[in-house]
């Protein structure tokens, strides 16, 4: 049994929700993130909220899997500030919904001026509605410069306890960081570019089992939404424990995510 | 918390994998050289690999988070605005 608590399920086929419940899933959080492409008006990110407050809550419940999602506008679209503020006008309504846990994925990506203000903007809207947040890190060259800007930005302009916050994709070189400031911290199991089940295994061996998830964030590009029992068989493979496993898989995405009283895996 | 296994099983379990790791390092480097000169000064994304390559057999530990630092952006200040959407996997050295 298992959480995947950061999967693009509406990039992906049912064929892959039938093979996450045959592996053992039994729920999976969703975040609003960057389409691929970028949309054209806020109307397309009123659709989008749609369908992940409504069509996918549906959709994964064929499987027994249990969806909740995330509502924001990604860091990607989110260097027209006039463009983002329409979006985030959005954001209240759908907070309201059932399966929505918080505001996510916020964050950076090339760590740009507009890109902070958009954040900071969204990390207010999060403290007013008393939500949980889930960060985004840049990718590759841009994540320790945008990891370190994101905690300095949370510390310097709220008293958001961090251990409400969650900050995605950590690696080797930003996991300590995260988790010496009290922040949650998730590993993406993602080809090439994020961590392998290999390398996660080997940050929980280096920085413990406290405060740390795994995920898949299968999406659109080249990813698995079976990555998260890969892990699992890897950490068994290398001898760590059922109960070391199960607290990586299960019980820390379901500590992290219980904060929210709509969290019933 | 440490490795659960003992170093020969790590071998055991992992030295193949990392063998054609090697092996691919090896031949993307080959493949380069044998590819047509179009530039007269290197790739900065090949400098950082060598970079990288040297932190690998400099003997100390915490290799993984010292590569990922030395491909990292190191500046501090946000910029002034974004030029792209994606990343190159290291930073150009002005």
Redesign the interface.
């Known amino acids: 049994m298992y959480i995947d608590p950061h999967i693009h399920m509406v990039s992906r086929t049912t064929d892959d929700y039938a093979r996450m419940a045959q592996a053992g899933c039994v729920a999976i959080t969703e975040p609003a993130f960057w389409a691929g492409f970028d949309r054209s008006s806020p109307a397309g990110f009123y659709d989008y909220f749609r369908q992940l407050t409504e069509s996918e809550p549906r959709r994964a419940a064929d499987f027994g899997i249990k969806h909740y999602a995330w509502i924001c506008i990604n860091p990607k679209e989110a260097e027209d500030p006039g463009f983002a503020r329409e979006v985030m006008q959005l954001i209240p309504e759908f907070l309201d919904k059932p399966n929505v846990l918080g505001v996510g994925e916020i964050g950076l990506n090339k760590n740009s001026k507009n890109e902070l203000a958009i954040f900071e903007e969204q990390v207010a809207i999060a403290d007013q509605y008393n939500q949980l947040i889930l960060i985004h890190t840049p990718h590759l060259e841009d994540k320790l410069k945008g990891t370190k800007l994101i905690m300095d930005a949370i510390k310097r302009n709220t008293n958001i306890d961090p251990g409400r916050v969650l900050i995605d994709h950590v690696e080797e070189h930003t996991a300590k960081l995260v988790l010496d400031e009290g922040f949650w911290c998730g590993m993406t199991l993602y080809p090439d570019t994020k961590c392998t089940p290999q390398r996660a295994t080997d940050i929980i061996e280096m920085y413990g089992s406290e405060r740390i998830w795994i995920n898949s964030a299968g999406d659109w590009g080249c990813s698995d939404p079976l990555a998260v029992p890969k892990c699992r068989v890897e950490m068994k493979r290398r001898g760590h424990s059922r109960e070391t496993i199960e607290k990586i898989s299960f019980g820390n995405p379901q500590r992290f995510l219980g904060q929210c009283e709509k969290f019933t895996p | ?5 003992p170093r020969s ?1 790590v071998v055991d ?2 030295f193949m994998e990392h063998r054609a790791k090697v092996l691919d390092i090896a031949a993307f480097l080959d493949r380069h050289d044998r590819a047509a000169v179009d530039s007269n000064e290197e790739d900065f994304r090949m400098t950082a690999l060598r970079t990288a390559i040297e932190i690998l057999l400099d003997g100390q530990g915490d290799r ?2 010292r590569i ?2 030395s ?6 200040e ?14 150009r050295k002005s």
Not at chain 2, 1 to 5: D, E, F, G, K, L
Not at chain 2, 71 to 76: C, E, G, I, N, Q
Not at chain 2, 78 to 87: N, S
């Open positions: 918390m440490s490795v659960p296994i099983k379990l992992y993984a988070r990922q630092e491909f990292s952006d190191h500046s501090t946000p910029i002034e605005k974004a030029a792209m959407q994606g990343a190159l996997g290291a930073i």
